[in-house]
């Protein structure tokens, strides 16, 4: 199976532009993944996590506090107003990635439950990259 | 022949203005390279958001999606009062920057006068919004302080009426005019239609694959939410892409005033020389004469 285009926009510039194998994304209705030759849709997202399943198979982690995500055929672009991506090649690095998500969920005004498991979801990610 | 005190007093005067336009100059390249990195960032945010929109709008005007009555993708025929948002500058000496806006904003207003529809002039900038006091245009509301610190909290309250006024039926369209940034030399004057969205650019039937799978109950909400983020960016990134242009403009304007203030410096020292050379000669004269007569 082919990979699909990914393109992740923040207003402050581009966050992820690549191939992925798959892409579970937090849409209003609940989360949802799409893999390549998804029929096309567009929809909103919420506060969350979107996961990235990249070519190597591992799993890149990117909080997000609220989106868009139009997917067609060809490509999924997600607009997303604030994000942080789980990454980094020493712990240090995903430390501050780690404190950067927390403020940007401190920012989330709204108590959601979402909130609640994005927290744990972040915290579980940088387990896994450290 | 002028006097040769006075001569040396304006070249000095001159020197020290183009100390000082060239001191602006070096400031506003300064600022400009931070204001363009943001605007070069976020353009292409909004450049999708744009295209996203769009699609919508293009699918709801083909009929893709039944059902949909929403107001902020229904051309309105014959609007009665519409919003023109505008952004200027806070400040001058920036060439032709504001009086550019403003010229579009009186040419757009004097359009609309023809077809008797009622303008809501809301001002963003000191220069635009003192310059539509002075001319007793009536502006609805105005902030000063907002477009050469760009905002996104502040431009979201500010945009916030025009949106929910619009929603509510109160005003049939949104215009946002501003000068953007287009490179170093040149500003380009946007007038963009924002709401209701713009659909004439979308032909029918190239879309024919894709299909809006969203619940219907969802639709509504998620076009609401949708438009509100979509307005509200239009408006910051108005602001961002103005600041950067206020400061190329700035830029230049200081460039040529610092080379006229050099040429102006040139042509009084031309002057201040041939002011002494006459003093000496007349001077050479009279002391030859004195001596001559002496004999």
Not at chain 2, 240 to 249: K, T, W
């Amino acid at each position: 199976m082919s990979n699909l285009k990914l393109e992740i926009l923040t207003p402050n510039g581009e966050i992820y532009n690549g191939e992925a194998i798959s892409v579970t994304l937090p849409g209003e209705e609940g989360e949802f993944g799409v893999l390549a030759e998804h029929s096309s849709l567009s929809t909103l997202l919420e506060a969350g996590v979107i996961d990235i399943e990249k070519e190597d198979k591992s799993v890149e982690s990117i909080l997000i506090n609220w989106g868009v995500v139009n997917v067609d055929e060809e490509k999924v672009v997600v607009l997303v107003e604030g994000a942080v991506a789980i990454r980094g090649e020493t712990e240090s690095d995903v430390a501050k990635a780690l404190d950067a998500a927390k403020e940007l969920i401190d920012s989330i005004k709204d108590n959601n439950p979402a909130i609640a498991t994005a927290t744990a979801r972040i915290e579980s990610a940088a387990q896994n990259l450290i | 022949m002028a006097n040769l005190k006075d001569i040396q007093r304006q070249i000095k005067s001159v020197s020290n203005t183009q100390k000082t336009t060239r001191a602006m100059k070096l400031v506003s390249t300064a600022k400009l390279r931070r204001a363009e990195e943001l605007a070069k960032r976020s353009r292409q945010y909004a450049a999708k958001m744009n295209q996203v929109i769009a699609e919508i709008a293009g699918r709801i005007k083909c009929n893709k999606i039944g059902g949909i009555d929403n107001r902020c993708f229904t051309e309105i025929e014959n609007p009665k009062t519409v919003d023109i948002v505008f952004v200027t500058a806070d400040k001058g000496l920036c060439g032709g920057f504001n009086i550019q806006t403003i010229k579009a904003i009186k040419k757009l207003l004097a359009e609309y006068k023809e077809k008797n529809v009622k303008v809501r002039l809301r001002g963003i900038g000191k220069k635009g919004v003192e310059f539509f006091k002075y001319n007793e245009v009536e502006l609805f509301d105005s902030v000063i302080d907002l477009s050469s610190k760009p905002d996104k909290e502040r431009a979201d309250g500010f945009i916030e009426t025009s949106i929910e006024d619009f929603k509510d039926g109160k005003i049939d369209g949104l215009h946002i005019i501003y000068n953007g940034f287009k490179n170093m030399m040149t500003q380009e004057l946007h007038v963009n239609t924002v709401l209701p969205v713009d659909t004439d650019q979308f032909e029918c039937g190239d879309e024919t694959k894709s299909i809006l799978e969203i619940e219907a109950q969802d639709d509504e909400k998620m076009l609401d939410s949708l438009v509100n983020r979509y307005v509200q960016y239009a408006m910051y990134y108005a602001l961002i892409d103005s600041v950067a242009a206020e400061h190329s403009a700035r830029m230049q304007a200081m460039d040529t005033a610092t080379n006229n203030a050099k040429d102006m410096v040139k042509s009084l020292n031309v002057q201040f020389n041939k002011a002494r050379q006459a003093a000496i000669t007349t001077e050479l004269i009279e002391i030859i004469s004195g001596v001559e007569s002496m004999k």
